[in-house]
C-alpha cells in the first residue's frame, strides 16, 4: 500500500489556481510533519512547503504569498493540501508529498531535509502555461 497519494494535479493557465491534496491513511505522518516537494522537467526535486504536526508552514521564497499549506485529520486519515494560487510557469513540474513517520521534535523538523523523508507519493503532474 502507497502510504501517501496525490490528487489534484492538472494544466491551467498563469494565474490560474489548483488544489493539490495528499492523503494517508492511519496517523504514522500525524506527530511529525508532511512536505510538498517539486521537480520540474530537467531540474532537481527541491522543497516547496512544509507543515508541521502542530499545523506550523513554511514556503520556499518562490511560492511565499501565492501558496498555502493545510492539514486535516478525519476518519483515520491523513489530509495534506497545497492551495497554489497566482500559478507562474516556473511552477510547472511533479509535485509530490513525503512524510516523516512517528514523531519528531520541532527543532528536528527545522533541520530536516530531503533525505530524512522516507515516504513519498507517487507524484501529481502540474503545467502552467502562458
Known amino acids: 500500500q502507497v502510504p501517501l497519494v496525490e490528487s489534484g494535479g492538472g494544466s491551467v493557465q498563469t494565474g490560474g489556481t489548483l488544489k493539490l491534496t495528499c492523503t494517508a491513511s492511519?496517523?504514522?505522518?500525524?506527530?511529525?510533519?508532511v512536505a510538498w516537494f517539486r521537480q520540474a522537467p530537467g531540474k532537481e526535486r527541491h522543497v516547496v512547503s512544509t507543515?508541521?504536526?502542530?499545523?506550523?508552514?513554511?514556503?520556499s521564497d518562490s511560492v511565499k504569498g501565492r501558496f498555502r499549506i493545510s492539514q486535516d485529520y478525519a476518519d483515520n486519515t491523513l489530509y495534506i493540501y497545497l492551495q497554489m494560487n497566482n500559478l507562474k510557469v516556473d511552477d510547472t513540474g511533479v509535485y509530490y508529498c513525503a512524510g516523516i513517520e512517528g514523531y519528531c521534535s520541532s527543532s528536528y523538523w527545522n533541520n530536516v531535509d530531503e533525505d530524512d523523508f522516507k515516504y513519498w507519493g507517487q507524484g501529481t503532474q502540474v503545467t502552467v502555461s502562458s
Open positions: 492511519g496517523s504514522r505522518f500525524n506527530s511529525c510533519g
Open positions: 507543515i508541521y504536526a502542530d499545523g506550523t508552514p513554511a514556503y
